[in-house]
């Protein structure tokens, strides 16, 4: 006779599933904290700048060049989550 465990009993939520919904979640947030902070990061860089910008940009003196460019830029890749929630989930189908 073969017992089973309460955990990996079929029919009822487990605390694996719970744990997997919270983890769902939090990623879920990080997704949408992503792009707003790398844009404000990228105008604190461009407001501020640092004696440094000099000697890591190839450009001095150009108005978008730098940390201000890579913020920006990974601002742009993080704004599919924002994208998606705007304008709406579409399904597979036309």
């Known amino acids: ?3 089973v465990h309460p955990a990996r ?10 744990g997997a919904t919270a ?5 879920e947030w990080l ?3 992503a792009a707003p902070t790398f844009a404000v990061m ?14 890591c940009s190839s450009a001095a003196g150009a108005p978008v060049s730098g940390m201000m460019l890579m ?5 742009a890749f993080h704004t599919p ?3 998606r929630s705007i304008f709406g989930q579409r399904g597979g189908s036309r």
């Open 9 to 18: 009993a079929t029919g009822g939520p487990s605390r694996d599933n719970e």
């Open 1 to 3: 006779m073969t017992e």
């Open 71 to 75: 913020y920006l830029l990974m601002s």
């Open 42 to 55: 990228a105008l604190l860089t461009a407001l501020g700048g640092s004696p440094m910008d000099g000697l």
């Open 23 to 27: 983890a769902l979640g939090l990623s």
């Open 81 to 83: 989550p924002w994208l």
């Open 31 to 33: 997704g949408f904290a």
